[in-house]
Protein backbone atom coordinates (compact mmCIF):
# COMPACT_ATOMS: atom_id res chain seq x y z
CA UNK A 1 0.00 0.00 0.00
CA UNK A 2 1.11 3.19 -0.74
CA UNK A 3 2.32 5.62 2.09
CA UNK A 4 -0.72 8.37 2.31
CA UNK A 5 0.95 11.01 4.79
CA UNK A 6 3.69 13.17 3.69
CA UNK A 7 5.08 15.14 6.07
CA UNK A 8 8.95 14.97 6.35
CA UNK A 9 8.52 13.14 10.47
CA UNK A 10 5.97 10.23 9.86
CA UNK A 11 5.95 7.25 11.10
CA UNK A 12 5.23 4.18 9.79
CA UNK A 13 3.78 0.62 10.98
CA UNK A 14 2.52 -1.70 8.38
CA UNK A 15 1.18 -5.08 9.11
CA UNK A 16 2.31 -7.43 6.10
CA UNK A 17 0.05 -9.41 4.78
CA UNK A 18 -0.60 -13.26 5.06
CA UNK A 19 1.69 -12.67 8.45
CA UNK A 20 0.96 -11.69 12.11
CA UNK A 21 4.25 -9.71 11.43
CA UNK A 22 4.56 -5.92 11.53
CA UNK A 23 7.01 -4.12 9.69
CA UNK A 24 8.21 -0.74 11.43
CA UNK A 25 9.96 2.62 9.67
CA UNK A 26 11.31 5.30 11.14
CA UNK A 27 11.39 8.51 9.19
CA UNK A 28 15.42 8.86 9.59
CA UNK A 29 15.39 5.44 7.63
CA UNK A 30 15.66 3.10 10.18
CA UNK A 31 13.18 -0.21 9.95
CA UNK A 32 12.38 -3.39 11.65
CA UNK A 33 10.02 -6.12 12.27
CA UNK A 34 8.10 -7.16 15.26
CA UNK A 35 4.80 -8.84 16.28
CA UNK A 36 3.95 -6.56 19.38
CA UNK A 37 2.77 -3.32 18.29
CA UNK A 38 3.51 -1.93 22.00
CA UNK A 39 7.06 -3.02 21.61
CA UNK A 40 7.01 -1.58 17.77
CA UNK A 41 5.76 1.81 18.96
CA UNK A 42 8.84 1.87 21.73
CA UNK A 43 11.39 1.15 19.12
CA UNK A 44 10.62 3.42 16.58
CA UNK A 45 9.97 6.47 19.42
CA UNK A 46 13.47 5.79 21.06
CA UNK A 47 14.77 7.95 17.70
CA UNK A 48 17.43 8.56 16.87
CA UNK A 49 18.24 5.51 19.29
CA UNK A 50 16.61 2.50 17.84
CA UNK A 51 17.63 -0.20 19.51
CA UNK A 52 19.49 -2.19 17.42
CA UNK A 53 18.24 -5.45 16.57
CA UNK A 54 14.56 -4.79 16.49
CA UNK A 55 12.51 -4.71 19.17
CA UNK A 56 12.93 -7.24 21.88
CA UNK A 57 11.14 -10.28 21.36
CA UNK A 58 8.04 -10.66 24.31
CA UNK A 59 9.61 -12.42 27.25
CA UNK A 60 8.05 -16.45 27.17
CA UNK A 61 8.16 -17.48 30.50
CA UNK A 62 8.81 -21.50 31.12
CA UNK A 63 5.29 -21.64 32.74
CA UNK A 64 2.44 -19.38 32.79
CA UNK A 65 1.15 -17.79 35.93
CA UNK A 66 -2.48 -18.45 36.43
CA UNK A 67 -4.98 -15.35 35.10
CA UNK A 68 -5.41 -13.05 37.59
CA UNK A 69 -8.82 -12.02 38.87
CA UNK A 70 -10.81 -9.13 37.87
CA UNK A 71 -11.40 -7.47 41.08
CA UNK A 72 -14.67 -5.31 41.42
CA UNK A 73 -14.00 -2.87 43.86
CA UNK A 74 -17.68 -0.92 43.33
CA UNK A 75 -20.85 -2.13 44.90
CA UNK A 76 -23.24 -0.78 42.26
CA UNK A 77 -21.61 -3.67 39.63
CA UNK A 78 -22.67 -6.18 42.59
CA UNK A 79 -26.05 -5.16 43.22
CA UNK A 80 -26.80 -4.75 39.47
CA UNK A 81 -27.09 -8.98 39.45
CA UNK A 82 -30.95 -10.25 39.50
CA UNK A 83 -31.78 -12.06 42.51
CA UNK A 84 -32.31 -16.10 41.98
CA UNK A 85 -36.26 -17.17 42.10
CA UNK A 86 -36.83 -19.45 45.01
CA UNK B 1 -4.86 13.83 37.17
CA UNK B 2 -7.12 14.80 34.03
CA UNK B 3 -7.71 13.11 31.13
CA UNK B 4 -8.52 16.26 29.27
CA UNK B 5 -6.48 17.80 26.92
CA UNK B 6 -6.72 21.35 27.57
CA UNK B 7 -5.93 24.30 24.98
CA UNK B 8 -7.41 22.94 22.08
CA UNK B 9 -10.38 23.56 19.75
CA UNK B 10 -13.36 21.22 20.70
CA UNK B 11 -16.80 21.04 18.65
CA UNK B 12 -19.67 22.19 21.09
CA UNK B 13 -22.50 22.15 19.02
CA UNK B 14 -23.94 21.73 15.58
CA UNK B 15 -24.68 25.61 14.13
CA UNK B 16 -27.84 24.86 13.65
CA UNK B 17 -28.60 24.28 17.47
CA UNK B 18 -27.51 27.72 18.11
CA UNK B 19 -29.49 30.70 17.45
CA UNK B 20 -31.51 33.45 19.25
CA UNK B 21 -33.06 30.41 21.77
CA UNK B 22 -30.25 30.37 24.96
CA UNK B 23 -28.45 26.91 24.62
CA UNK B 24 -25.95 25.78 26.98
CA UNK B 25 -23.55 22.44 27.07
CA UNK B 26 -20.95 21.12 29.36
CA UNK B 27 -17.70 21.15 27.51
CA UNK B 28 -14.55 19.76 28.70
CA UNK B 29 -16.45 19.86 32.53
CA UNK B 30 -17.28 23.88 31.40
CA UNK B 31 -20.50 24.75 31.41
CA UNK B 32 -20.99 27.72 28.45
CA UNK B 33 -23.60 29.59 27.32
CA UNK B 34 -24.38 29.79 23.30
CA UNK B 35 -26.56 32.37 21.31
CA UNK B 36 -26.75 34.25 18.00
CA UNK B 37 -26.42 38.07 17.91
CA UNK B 38 -28.78 39.86 15.62
CA UNK B 39 -25.59 39.70 13.24
CA UNK B 40 -25.80 36.08 13.04
CA UNK B 41 -22.43 35.66 14.66
CA UNK B 42 -22.46 32.47 17.53
CA UNK B 43 -21.30 33.77 21.15
CA UNK B 44 -19.82 31.78 23.89
CA UNK B 45 -19.55 32.70 27.54
CA UNK B 46 -19.98 31.02 30.93
CA UNK B 47 -23.62 29.84 31.55
CA UNK B 48 -23.72 31.09 35.53
CA UNK B 49 -24.37 34.63 36.41
CA UNK B 50 -22.10 36.07 38.34
CA UNK B 51 -24.44 37.15 40.80
CA UNK B 52 -25.57 34.45 42.30
CA UNK B 53 -24.66 31.86 39.84
CA UNK B 54 -27.99 31.04 38.25
CA UNK B 55 -27.91 29.50 34.99
CA UNK B 56 -28.38 31.98 32.63
CA UNK B 57 -29.69 28.93 29.79
CA UNK B 58 -32.40 28.37 32.70
CA UNK B 59 -35.64 30.18 32.03
CA UNK B 60 -36.94 33.12 32.46
CA UNK B 61 -33.54 34.13 31.97
CA UNK B 62 -33.82 35.69 28.00
CA UNK B 63 -32.02 37.84 25.64
CA UNK B 64 -33.06 41.16 24.27
CA UNK B 65 -31.05 42.41 21.83
CA UNK B 66 -27.74 41.32 21.55
CA UNK B 67 -27.39 41.30 26.13
CA UNK B 68 -28.96 38.25 28.12
CA UNK B 69 -30.61 39.16 31.16
CA UNK B 70 -30.92 36.73 33.89
CA UNK B 71 -34.10 35.31 34.82
CA UNK B 72 -33.26 35.63 39.03
CA UNK B 73 -32.37 39.35 39.41
CA UNK B 74 -31.86 40.91 36.21
CA UNK B 75 -27.87 40.90 35.89
CA UNK B 76 -27.27 41.76 32.07
CA UNK B 77 -24.73 40.68 29.59
CA UNK B 78 -23.45 41.71 26.75
CA UNK B 79 -22.04 39.74 23.80
CA UNK B 80 -18.45 39.44 24.87
CA UNK B 81 -19.86 38.54 28.41
CA UNK B 82 -19.40 41.91 29.93
CA UNK B 83 -22.01 43.01 32.36
CA UNK B 84 -23.94 46.14 31.34
CA UNK B 85 -26.54 46.32 33.98
CA UNK B 86 -27.43 45.10 37.24
CA UNK B 87 -30.53 46.31 39.29
CA UNK B 88 -30.94 49.10 41.37
CA UNK B 89 -27.86 50.98 40.67
CA UNK B 90 -26.03 52.51 38.12
CA UNK B 91 -22.64 51.42 38.85
CA UNK B 92 -21.43 48.03 37.34
CA UNK B 93 -18.88 45.91 39.74
CA UNK B 94 -15.85 45.72 37.17
CA UNK B 95 -15.80 42.19 38.62
CA UNK B 96 -19.05 41.58 36.76
CA UNK B 97 -18.22 39.54 34.16
CA UNK B 98 -18.60 35.98 32.36
CA UNK B 99 -15.62 34.05 30.78
CA UNK B 100 -15.66 34.12 27.33
CA UNK B 101 -14.85 31.27 24.94
CA UNK B 102 -13.14 32.07 21.42
CA UNK B 103 -15.77 30.70 19.08
CA UNK B 104 -15.41 29.72 15.41
CA UNK B 105 -17.74 28.47 13.03
CA UNK B 106 -16.81 25.91 10.14
CA UNK B 107 -17.91 23.31 8.23
CA UNK B 108 -21.90 22.81 10.17
CA UNK B 109 -19.64 22.65 13.70
CA UNK B 110 -19.08 25.39 16.14
CA UNK B 111 -16.28 25.09 17.71
CA UNK B 112 -15.06 26.45 21.18
CA UNK B 113 -11.82 26.84 23.07
CA UNK B 114 -11.24 25.44 26.16
CA UNK B 115 -8.09 26.87 27.74
CA UNK B 116 -6.00 29.36 27.98
CA UNK B 117 -7.73 32.42 25.12
CA UNK B 118 -4.27 33.68 23.88
CA UNK B 119 -3.34 30.23 22.99
CA UNK B 120 -6.70 30.22 20.55
CA UNK B 121 -5.22 31.93 17.54
CA UNK B 122 -2.05 29.58 16.74
CA UNK B 123 -4.25 26.30 17.45
CA UNK B 124 -5.21 24.27 14.87
CA UNK B 125 -8.88 23.72 13.48
CA UNK B 126 -8.87 20.67 11.79
CA UNK B 127 -11.36 20.51 8.90
CA UNK B 128 -14.08 18.38 7.54
CA UNK B 129 -15.35 20.22 4.25
CA UNK B 130 -17.78 17.82 3.37
CA UNK B 131 -20.01 18.42 5.75
CA UNK B 132 -21.02 21.87 3.99
CA UNK B 133 -20.24 22.17 0.14
CA UNK B 134 -21.08 21.99 -2.39
CA UNK B 135 -21.17 18.65 -4.20
CA UNK B 136 -21.73 16.40 -0.98
CA UNK B 137 -24.98 15.74 1.31
CA UNK B 138 -24.58 15.22 4.90
CA UNK B 139 -26.80 13.86 7.72
CA UNK B 140 -25.74 14.36 11.11
CA UNK B 141 -26.30 13.72 14.62
CA UNK B 142 -25.03 13.93 18.42
CA UNK B 143 -25.47 10.67 20.45
CA UNK B 144 -24.33 11.72 24.56
CA UNK B 145 -22.29 8.51 25.67
CA UNK B 146 -21.80 7.96 29.33
CA UNK B 147 -18.02 7.13 28.62
CA UNK B 148 -14.88 8.77 28.80
CA UNK B 149 -13.73 9.97 26.00
CA UNK B 150 -10.57 7.69 25.37
CA UNK B 151 -12.85 4.87 25.13
CA UNK B 152 -14.62 6.34 21.79
CA UNK B 153 -10.62 6.91 20.28
CA UNK B 154 -9.99 3.57 20.90
CA UNK B 155 -13.43 2.31 19.42
CA UNK B 156 -12.97 4.46 16.11
CA UNK B 157 -9.33 4.08 15.66
CA UNK B 158 -10.24 -0.22 15.38
CA UNK B 159 -12.62 -0.15 13.07
CA UNK B 160 -12.16 -4.28 13.32
CA UNK B 161 -14.71 -4.18 15.90
CA UNK B 162 -17.71 -3.34 13.10
CA UNK B 163 -17.38 -6.94 12.56
CA UNK B 164 -18.16 -8.23 15.99
CA UNK B 165 -20.40 -5.35 17.05
CA UNK B 166 -21.99 -3.81 13.88
CA UNK B 167 -22.17 -6.99 12.11
CA UNK B 168 -25.28 -6.60 9.84
CA UNK B 169 -24.95 -2.70 9.48
CA UNK B 170 -21.41 -1.76 8.18
CA UNK B 171 -19.32 -5.01 9.81
CA UNK B 172 -18.50 -7.68 7.48
CA UNK B 173 -15.79 -10.47 8.27
CA UNK B 174 -13.02 -8.85 5.93
CA UNK B 175 -13.02 -5.80 8.13
CA UNK B 176 -11.41 -7.98 10.82
CA UNK B 177 -8.92 -9.78 8.53
CA UNK B 178 -7.67 -7.43 6.40
CA UNK B 179 -4.49 -6.05 7.63
CA UNK B 180 -4.06 -2.06 8.29
CA UNK B 181 -1.21 0.61 7.67
CA UNK B 182 -1.08 3.07 10.41
CA UNK B 183 1.05 6.14 9.62
CA UNK B 184 1.65 9.29 12.39
CA UNK B 185 2.88 12.56 11.76
CA UNK B 186 4.41 13.62 14.79
CA UNK B 187 4.56 17.60 13.56
CA UNK B 188 1.12 17.56 12.42
CA UNK B 189 -0.39 15.53 15.18
CA UNK B 190 -2.07 13.22 12.77
CA UNK B 191 -2.51 9.33 13.42
CA UNK B 192 -3.27 7.32 9.42
CA UNK B 193 -5.33 3.93 9.70
CA UNK B 194 -5.23 2.83 6.42
CA UNK B 195 -7.53 -0.08 5.78
CA UNK B 196 -7.81 -1.53 2.10
CA UNK B 197 -9.89 -4.49 1.16
CA UNK B 198 -9.87 -5.69 -2.64
CA UNK B 199 -12.90 -8.18 -2.76
CA UNK B 200 -15.14 -7.66 0.37
CA UNK B 201 -18.43 -8.07 0.77
CA UNK B 202 -20.87 -5.07 0.51
CA UNK B 203 -22.84 -4.70 4.09
CA UNK B 204 -26.40 -3.49 4.39
CA UNK B 205 -25.21 0.20 4.95
CA UNK B 206 -23.14 0.51 1.71
CA UNK B 207 -24.87 -1.46 -0.83
CA UNK B 208 -28.36 0.23 0.19
CA UNK B 209 -27.26 3.65 0.02
CA UNK B 210 -25.29 3.03 -3.37
CA UNK B 211 -27.22 0.53 -4.87
CA UNK B 212 -23.96 -1.78 -5.53
CA UNK B 213 -24.70 -5.76 -5.86
CA UNK B 214 -22.29 -8.09 -5.28
CA UNK B 215 -18.81 -7.66 -3.34
CA UNK B 216 -16.95 -4.46 -3.45
CA UNK B 217 -13.22 -3.14 -3.34
CA UNK B 218 -13.86 -1.30 0.36
CA UNK B 219 -11.13 1.20 1.49
CA UNK B 220 -10.94 2.19 4.73
CA UNK B 221 -9.00 5.49 5.97
CA UNK B 222 -8.92 6.98 8.93
CA UNK B 223 -7.51 10.19 9.27
CA UNK B 224 -7.40 11.54 13.37
CA UNK B 225 -6.56 14.89 14.41
CA UNK B 226 -6.07 14.52 18.34
CA UNK B 227 -7.95 15.16 20.46
CA UNK B 228 -11.43 16.03 19.16
CA UNK B 229 -12.01 15.64 14.88
CA UNK B 230 -11.73 11.71 13.53
CA UNK B 231 -12.78 11.48 9.98
CA UNK B 232 -13.33 7.98 8.19
CA UNK B 233 -12.23 8.45 4.47
CA UNK B 234 -14.45 5.23 2.98
CA UNK B 235 -14.07 4.42 -0.39
CA UNK B 236 -17.19 1.52 -2.33
CA UNK B 237 -16.63 0.79 -5.92
CA UNK B 238 -17.32 -2.67 -7.45
CA UNK B 239 -14.58 -5.20 -7.60
CA UNK B 240 -11.61 -4.23 -9.41
CA UNK B 241 -12.50 -0.49 -9.58
CA UNK B 242 -9.82 1.39 -8.40
CA UNK B 243 -9.27 4.92 -9.57
CA UNK B 244 -7.29 6.60 -12.27
CA UNK B 245 -4.05 7.35 -12.72
CA UNK B 246 -4.49 11.18 -12.39
CA UNK B 247 -6.24 10.41 -9.29
CA UNK B 248 -10.39 11.10 -10.04
CA UNK B 249 -12.78 8.46 -9.14
CA UNK B 250 -15.64 8.75 -10.99
CA UNK B 251 -16.66 5.31 -10.79
CA UNK B 252 -16.41 5.14 -7.17
CA UNK B 253 -18.65 6.35 -4.12
CA UNK B 254 -16.94 8.23 -1.88
CA UNK B 255 -18.43 8.59 2.29
CA UNK B 256 -16.67 10.84 4.73
CA UNK B 257 -18.08 9.82 8.14
CA UNK B 258 -16.62 12.32 10.61
CA UNK B 259 -17.57 11.95 13.94
CA UNK B 260 -16.34 14.80 17.10
CA UNK B 261 -15.36 13.56 20.26
CA UNK B 262 -15.79 16.24 22.24
CA UNK B 263 -15.51 15.19 26.46
CA UNK B 264 -18.36 16.32 28.66
CA UNK B 265 -16.85 15.69 31.51
CA UNK B 266 -13.66 13.12 32.37
CA UNK B 267 -16.18 10.21 32.33
CA UNK B 268 -18.67 11.10 29.69
CA UNK B 269 -18.98 12.26 26.10
CA UNK B 270 -20.35 14.30 23.54
CA UNK B 271 -20.02 11.82 20.42
CA UNK B 272 -20.73 13.96 17.44
CA UNK B 273 -21.65 11.70 14.66
CA UNK B 274 -21.85 12.73 10.93
CA UNK B 275 -21.72 10.88 7.31
CA UNK B 276 -21.13 12.95 4.10
CA UNK B 277 -21.53 11.63 0.69
CA UNK B 278 -21.22 12.31 -2.89
CA UNK B 279 -23.94 10.28 -4.49
CA UNK B 280 -27.61 10.53 -4.47
CA UNK B 281 -27.02 13.99 -3.94
CA UNK B 282 -31.03 14.90 -3.93
CA UNK B 283 -32.62 11.55 -2.70
CA UNK B 284 -34.36 11.85 0.57
CA UNK B 285 -34.91 8.24 0.67
CA UNK B 286 -30.92 7.33 1.06
CA UNK B 287 -30.17 10.62 3.47
CA UNK B 288 -32.90 9.33 5.95
CA UNK B 289 -31.61 5.50 5.14
CA UNK B 290 -27.99 7.08 6.20
CA UNK B 291 -28.97 8.63 9.13
CA UNK B 292 -31.41 6.22 10.80
CA UNK B 293 -28.51 3.52 10.03
CA UNK B 294 -25.64 5.11 11.49
CA UNK B 295 -27.03 6.32 14.32
CA UNK B 296 -27.87 2.60 14.90
CA UNK B 297 -24.35 1.94 14.49
CA UNK B 298 -23.66 4.96 17.06
CA UNK B 299 -25.87 3.67 19.53
CA UNK B 300 -24.81 0.31 19.45
CA UNK B 301 -21.03 1.57 20.59
CA UNK B 302 -23.06 3.87 23.05
CA UNK B 303 -24.22 0.72 24.88
CA UNK B 304 -21.48 -1.35 24.74
CA UNK B 305 -18.83 1.86 26.03
CA UNK B 306 -21.21 2.88 28.34
CA UNK B 307 -20.98 -0.83 29.85
CA UNK B 308 -17.35 -0.98 29.63
CA UNK B 309 -17.33 2.96 31.40
CA UNK B 310 -19.17 1.09 34.52
CA UNK B 311 -17.01 -1.66 34.69
CA UNK B 312 -13.95 0.58 34.00
CA UNK B 313 -14.98 2.87 37.16
CA UNK B 314 -16.10 0.00 39.14
CA UNK B 315 -12.50 -1.87 39.24
CA UNK B 316 -9.26 -0.91 40.56
CA UNK B 317 -6.66 0.45 38.33
CA UNK B 318 -3.45 -1.49 37.39
CA UNK B 319 -5.03 -4.33 35.17
CA UNK B 320 -2.78 -4.91 32.35
CA UNK B 321 -3.92 -4.93 28.93
CA UNK B 322 -2.79 -7.15 25.93
CA UNK B 323 -3.02 -5.21 22.20
CA UNK B 324 -2.33 -7.25 19.34
CA UNK B 325 -1.65 -6.08 15.92
CA UNK B 326 -5.42 -4.46 15.30
CA UNK B 327 -4.77 -2.03 17.88
CA UNK B 328 -1.49 -0.69 16.13
CA UNK B 329 -3.59 3.07 15.30
CA UNK B 330 -4.99 2.98 18.31
CA UNK B 331 -2.21 2.83 20.42
CA UNK B 332 -0.68 5.26 17.92
CA UNK B 333 -3.62 7.55 19.12
CA UNK B 334 -3.52 7.13 22.13
CA UNK B 335 0.55 8.08 22.52
CA UNK B 336 -0.56 11.46 21.04
CA UNK B 337 -3.31 12.26 22.86
CA UNK B 338 -0.47 11.47 26.09
CA UNK B 339 1.72 14.09 23.94
CA UNK B 340 -0.71 16.63 23.56
CA UNK B 341 -1.86 16.62 27.29
CA UNK B 342 1.89 16.78 27.77
CA UNK B 343 1.77 20.73 26.46
CA UNK B 344 2.98 19.92 22.67
CA UNK B 345 2.16 22.03 20.17
CA UNK B 346 0.56 21.40 16.81
CA UNK B 347 1.88 22.98 13.95
CA UNK B 348 -0.58 25.25 12.65
CA UNK B 349 -1.08 25.17 9.03
CA UNK B 350 -0.43 28.33 6.71
CA UNK B 351 -4.08 28.56 6.12
CA UNK B 352 -7.16 26.92 7.66
Redesign the interface.
Known amino acids: MNDMLSGERVMRVNWLPGSDRLRGRCHCGAETEAEDPVEMWEWLLAHPDHPAGGPPPAPVPAALPPPPAHLVTDPAQIRRRPPVPA | MTSIVRDQWYVAAYGREVGRELFSRTICGESILFWRTEAGDVTAMSDRCVHRRFPLSQSPSHLVGDTVVCGYHGFTYGSDGVCVAVPGQTRVPRTARLKAYPVVEQDSFVWVFIGDPDRAGTTRIPRAPWLDQEGWTAVSGMEPLAARASLLVDNLMDLSHETYLHGGYIGTPEVAET??????????G?V?V?R?MADAECPPFYAKSTGIQGRITRWQ?IEFTPPCLYKLHSRIAPVGVLPNDDGTDPDAFHVEVVYAITPETETSTHDFWAVARDFALDDDGVSEFLRENNRTVVLQDVVALDVLE??I????DG??EL???I??GG??AR?LIAKLAGGAEVRQPASR
Open positions: PITTEVDEDAIYSHDSVAGEAYQSINDTLAR
